[in-house]
């Protein structure tokens, strides 16, 4: 790398963690006031409630990603023109380009990082705010455990104790319904079910291996398995059934909070589960959206780069250029963002392909910025 490049980088790292450090200080903030109330209402520790915090901030980090990259490379190129630095690199015959190059460069490693980030700390750090919050804030009992694809469930009355574990588990967003009124597609269906029940003093009681478990007519009904009860005299009664109904103390209800969000499942987990929900015959439009939205978003940062360095290179230079460039660009980074928003929403619901909603955003914006950099004859 040439004296020159090096130096371009090191002005435009400079800016660019100044700008990073704000945003994600803001974020903060943010999110501070946001939970506040809630966390006084529950008399949640100061400590533990900076650490409900703390949990929140690595995803809040792809968040900000990409508007550091389109201000600092706007900022960056902004300051090089009023400096005169630009136009003395102009006048030795080399391109904006070679300037562009580094500031590319950064952008690109910074849409690596957000992918990598996204796929390995965020989704961890989102599991863990969202339990935090539930147990200590919300104080839900903590019911559920995740280990690799495993799915365990565990809850308590007078009677004992029930355990469930799931090979394959979703719930369809069907909040604000009774589980009475809940419609055939809107209802939870576990498959490879294991269900073990012990009383209050840990003695077993019974155990229900099943193909599928569902939500029918306001009963639970089990399909194609076995099931071993515990006599009083000490011996154990086994039968095989096709289809039989048994009592649970859990609604369906119960079972909304169990599944894994989106934001708490990287790319790879995320299409694992879309591949064994289509076995399993799911509709799963909606999730395979999120999915090459992960990859799309993940090029915020290098999309959101290349235009502001076209958009800066073709700035007047004036009193208020600066300022109203900054203006401007933080106006293209919300349009940006709320065409990918709406994107993915079209996506989602089917009304675009979900590869054309996800990608869509990025393909006008890159193909906007390459077209100004052309007409800037680079």
Same mark, same amino acid.
């Given at each position: 790398?040439?004296?020159?490049?090096?130096?371009?980088?090191?002005?435009?790292?400079?800016?660019?963690?100044?700008?990073?450090?704000? *945003?994600?200080?803001?974020?903060?903030?943010?999110?501070?006031?946001?939970?506040?109330?809630?966390?006084?209402?529950?008399?949640?520790?100061?400590?533990?409630?900076?650490?409900? #915090? #703390?949990?929140?901030?690595?995803?809040?980090?792809?968040?900000? %990603?990409?508007? @550091?990259?389109?201000? @600092? @490379?706007?900022? =960056?190129?902004?300051?090089?023109?009023?400096?005169?630095?630009? +136009?003395?690199?102009?006048?030795?015959?080399?391109? $904006?380009?070679?300037?562009?190059?580094?500031?590319?460069?950064?952008?690109?490693?910074?849409?690596?990082?957000?992918?990598?980030?996204?796929?390995? *700390?965020?989704?961890?750090?989102?599991?863990?705010?969202?339990?935090?919050?539930?147990?200590?804030?919300?104080?839900?009992?903590?019911?559920?455990?995740?280990?690799?694809?495993?799915?365990?469930?565990?809850?308590?009355?007078?009677?004992?104790?029930?355990?469930?574990?799931? &090979?394959?588990?979703?719930?369809?967003?069907?909040?604000?319904?009774?589980?009475?009124?809940?419609?055939?597609?809107?209802?939870?269906?576990?498959?490879?079910?294991?269900?073990?029940?012990?009383?209050?003093?840990?003695?077993?009681?019974?155990?229900?291996?099943?193909?599928?478990?569902?939500?029918? $007519?306001?009963?639970?009904?089990?399909?194609?398995?076995?099931?071993? =009860?515990?006599?009083?005299?000490?011996?154990?009664?086994?039968?095989?059934?096709?289809?039989?109904?048994?009592?649970?103390?859990?609604?369906?209800?119960?079972?909304?909070?169990? +599944?894994?969000?989106?934001?708490?499942?990287?790319?790879?987990?995320?299409?694992?589960?879309?591949?064994?929900?289509?076995?399993? &015959?799911? $509709?799963?439009?909606?999730?395979?959206?999120?999915?090459?939205?992960?990859?799309?978003?993940?090029?915020?940062?290098?999309?959101?780069?290349?235009?502001?360095?076209?958009?800066?290179?073709?700035?007047?230079?004036?009193?208020?250029?600066?300022?109203?460039?900054?203006?401007?660009?933080?106006?293209?980074?919300?349009?940006?963002?709320?065409?990918?928003? =709406? &994107? %993915?929403?079209?996506?989602?619901?089917?009304?675009?392909?979900?590869?054309?909603?996800?990608?869509? &955003?990025?393909? *006008?914006?890159?193909?906007?910025?390459?077209?100004?950099?052309?007409?800037?004859?680079?």
């Amino acid at each position: 790398m040439s004296i020159l490049s090096r130096h371009i980088l090191r002005e435009h790292l400079k800016v660019l963690l100044w700008i990073l450090v704000i *945003l994600w200080l803001l974020c903060f903030l943010f999110e501070f006031v946001e939970r506040w109330d809630d966390l006084l209402e529950a008399n949640v520790p100061p400590s533990l409630g900076f650490q409900i #915090l #703390l949990f929140r901030m690595p995803q809040y980090l792809t968040y900000v %990603l990409p508007v @550091s990259a389109l201000l @600092s @490379s706007f900022i =960056t190129v902004g300051l090089l023109r009023r400096s005169r630095e630009l +136009t003395a690199i102009r006048a030795s015959g080399i391109s $904006d380009l070679f300037v562009s190059r580094p500031l590319l460069f950064t952008a690109g490693a910074l849409s690596l990082l957000s992918f990598f980030w996204a796929e390995s *700390l965020a989704p961890a750090a989102n599991r863990r705010a969202s339990d935090l919050w539930e147990v200590e804030v919300e104080k839900k009992p903590q019911r559920r455990l995740f280990i690799q694809n495993e799915i365990w469930f565990r809850t308590t009355t007078q009677e004992g104790t029930t355990f469930y574990h799931f &090979g394959f588990l979703k719930v369809p967003p069907a909040k604000g319904y009774p589980s009475s009124s809940l419609r055939k597609d809107q209802s939870p269906v576990m498959r490879d079910v294991m269900i073990l029940r012990v009383s209050r003093d840990f003695r077993w009681m019974e155990r229900i291996d099943a193909q599928e478990m569902r939500w029918e $007519d306001g009963n639970w009904v089990f399909r194609n398995g076995v099931r071993w =009860t515990s006599l009083s005299g000490g011996g154990v009664q086994i039968k095989a059934f096709q289809t039989e109904v048994f009592p649970l103390p859990d609604r369906p209800e119960d079972f909304q909070w169990v +599944t894994r969000d989106v934001e708490e499942m990287g790319f790879f987990a995320l299409r694992r589960y879309i591949r064994r929900a289509k076995e399993e &015959g799911y $509709d799963m439009t909606a999730h395979q959206a999120e999915l090459h939205f992960k990859v799309a978003s993940a090029l915020f940062s290098l999309i959101a780069g290349l235009f502001a360095i076209a958009l800066a290179l073709r700035m007047p230079l004036k009193a208020g250029g600066l300022v109203m460039g900054v203006t401007l660009s933080m106006a293209v980074g919300v349009l940006y963002y709320l065409l990918m928003a =709406t &994107g %993915l929403a079209l996506g989602r619901s089917g009304a675009l392909p979900a590869l054309v909603g996800a990608w869509g &955003g990025n393909i *006008l914006f890159g193909a906007a910025g390459l077209w100004l950099l052309v007409r800037k004859g680079l």
